[in-house]
């Protein structure tokens, strides 16, 4: 089994190559064009294995990915490329309709190529797996129940809503040409590798420098956590036995407001490396402006994967917190290059008023 990953050199894409390589044995060509978001050292575990091989690309140039899909033939396809942060899509939404959008557009064209070129058993095992995002579903109000796979879209966001165009384009390709497509919407996944621009890494390395930990809002919005590892072995599972043309919603059925995890995180820190003053981190919190158009809450209904698939997160929360913020702590060389240039936790462009 080969399959050619995009958009593997960053935080989701980089733990699906790991999983892939490492615990399943199955040949992985990363495909990545190397943005901001990007980092091949998240990649060292496998980057010497002869099952990995990578190739510098930008998935908006269709004749190019399909020369790469003829040259490495691979069976599945898993996209995830993706310009993913909110904030940067609601300073500078461009780029997000050209990766998103147009690159997804690409994708489907190169792989729609590459598949009619396929015969017998090669033809029959390919699969187009997109990864998406729950923020395609939009604003869930706080008192009514979880997303299903059913849940009209209605994305916020330029991020979410470039995310969701992306998802009805697979689906139309599987409508009219027949290409064997499967989805998956996941919900905020945190973990090792995560580039310090989103919450639970920014707030960490803040807190653990003394820095301010900025908390939009009154801090009440909900997300719904799953680790990076987990979603990895889900991503995997859908890959290779969804169902195709369907979609599948992934999450953590962990639900907590930003100030818990901003609070968890200064517990957490403050018990393994307490402050040479003494004092809680906690104290650190400050609350600014609101993100523009703010989601009060995502909130995964991950059944359908649970009872078709046999798919189900491994780890709590807290146990899963509590390892990634080891993990910071361990490894200096992987972010501190990142936080040297500009990361240190304004919001992007705008920058955050206290209030
Ligand atoms: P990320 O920003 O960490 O990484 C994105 C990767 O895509 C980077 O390596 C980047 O270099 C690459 N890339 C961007 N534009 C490209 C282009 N034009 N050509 C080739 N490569 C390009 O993103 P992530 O958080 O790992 O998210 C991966 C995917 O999962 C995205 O599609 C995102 O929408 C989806 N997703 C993310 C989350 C989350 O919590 N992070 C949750 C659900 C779904
Ligand atoms: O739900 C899945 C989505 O989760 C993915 O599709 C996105 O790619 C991913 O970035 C993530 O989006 P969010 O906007 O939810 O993640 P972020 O880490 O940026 O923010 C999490 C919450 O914390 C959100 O409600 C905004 C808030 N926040 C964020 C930052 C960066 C703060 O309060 N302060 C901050 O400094």
Same mark, same amino acid.
């Given at each position: 089994?080969?399959?050619?990953?995009?958009?593997?050199?960053?935080?989701?894409?980089?733990?699906?190559?790991?999983?892939?390589?490492?615990?399943?044995?199955?040949?992985?060509?990363?495909?990545?064009?190397?943005?901001?978001?990007?980092?091949?050292?998240?990649?060292?575990?496998?980057?010497?294995?002869?099952?990995?091989?990578?190739?510098?690309?930008?998935?908006?140039?269709?004749?190019?990915?399909?020369?790469?899909?003829?040259?490495?033939?691979?069976?599945?396809?898993?996209?995830?490329?993706?310009?993913?942060?909110?904030?940067?899509?609601?300073?500078?939404?461009?780029?997000?309709?050209?990766?998103?959008?147009?690159?997804?557009?690409?994708?489907?064209?190169?792989?729609?190529?590459?598949?009619?070129?396929?015969?017998?058993?090669?033809?029959?095992?390919?699969?187009?797996?997109?990864?998406?995002?729950?923020?395609? =579903? /939009?604003?869930?109000? +706080?008192? %009514?129940? &979880?997303?299903?796979?059913? @849940?009209?879209? #209605?994305?916020?966001?330029?991020?979410?809503?470039?995310?969701?165009?992306?998802?009805?384009?697979?689906?139309?390709?599987?409508?009219?040409?027949?290409?064997?497509?499967?989805?998956?919407?996941?919900?905020?996944? =945190? /973990?090792?590798?995560? +580039?310090? %621009?989103? &919450?639970?890494?920014?707030? @960490?390395?803040? #807190?653990?420098?003394?820095?301010?930990?900025?908390?939009?809002?009154?801090?009440?919005?909900?997300?719904?956590?799953?680790?990076?590892?987990?979603?990895?072995?889900?991503?995997?599972?859908?890959?290779?036995?969804?169902?195709?043309?369907?979609?599948?919603?992934?999450?953590?059925?962990?639900?907590? @407001?930003?100030? #818990?995890?901003?609070?968890?995180?200064?517990?957490?820190?403050?018990?393994?490396?307490?402050?040479?003053?003494?004092?809680?981190?906690?104290?650190?919190?400050?609350?600014?402006?609101?993100?523009?158009?703010?989601?009060?809450?995502?909130?995964?209904?991950?059944?359908?994967?649970?009872?078709?698939?046999?798919?189900?997160?491994?780890?709590?929360?807290?146990?899963?917190?509590?390892?990634?913020?080891?993990?910071?702590?361990?490894?200096?060389?992987?972010?501190?290059?990142?936080?040297?240039?500009?990361?240190?936790?304004?919001?992007?462009?705008?920058?955050?008023?206290?209030?």
């Amino acid at each position: 089994m080969k399959i050619l990953v995009t958009g593997g050199a960053g935080f989701i894409g980089s733990a699906v190559c790991r999983h892939l390589v490492k615990d399943l044995g199955t040949a992985v060509v990363n495909v990545d064009k190397l943005t901001y978001a990007a980092n091949l050292d998240s990649l060292k575990p496998v980057s010497e294995n002869p099952l990995y091989s990578f190739h510098r690309q930008d998935i908006c140039d269709p004749e190019a990915i399909l020369a790469i899909m003829r040259s490495e033939k691979p069976d599945a396809v898993m996209h995830l490329a993706a310009e993913s942060h909110v904030d940067r899509s609601i300073d500078g939404p461009a780029i997000f309709i050209e990766t998103n959008v147009m690159g997804t557009y690409s994708m489907l064209e190169a792989a729609r190529t590459y598949w009619s070129e396929l015969e017998g058993p090669a033809r029959d095992r390919f699969r187009f797996h997109h990864i998406s995002t729950d923020e395609v =579903y /939009g604003d869930l109000p +706080f008192d %009514e129940s &979880l997303f299903t796979e059913t @849940t009209p879209y #209605a994305p916020s966001s330029p991020y979410s809503a470039s995310k969701a165009s992306s998802d009805h384009l697979v689906r139309a390709w599987n409508h009219t040409y027949g290409i064997p497509v499967v989805l998956s919407n996941c919900s905020n996944n =945190y /973990g090792p590798y995560q +580039f310090p %621009e989103k &919450l639970i890494p920014l707030v @960490t390395l803040n #807190a653990l420098e003394g820095k301010p930990l900025p908390v939009y809002g009154k801090g009440d919005n909900v997300r719904d956590w799953l680790h990076v590892e987990d979603h990895a072995k889900a991503l995997a599972t859908v890959a290779t036995r969804g169902e195709i043309g369907h979609s599948y919603n992934v999450g953590g059925r962990c639900e907590r @407001t930003n100030l #818990a995890v901003v609070e968890a995180i200064c517990d957490i820190l403050d018990a393994q490396l307490p402050r040479p003053d003494g004092l809680p981190r906690r104290n650190l919190i400050s609350f600014v402006t609101d993100r523009p158009g703010h989601d009060r809450r995502y909130a995964i209904d991950c059944s359908k994967i649970e009872a078709e698939l046999g798919w189900t997160p491994s780890r709590t929360f807290e146990e899963g917190l509590a390892d990634t913020i080891r993990w910071y702590l361990a490894n200096e060389d992987w972010w501190r290059p990142i936080r040297d240039k500009n990361y240190a936790g304004q919001r992007l462009g705008t920058g955050s008023t206290k209030t």
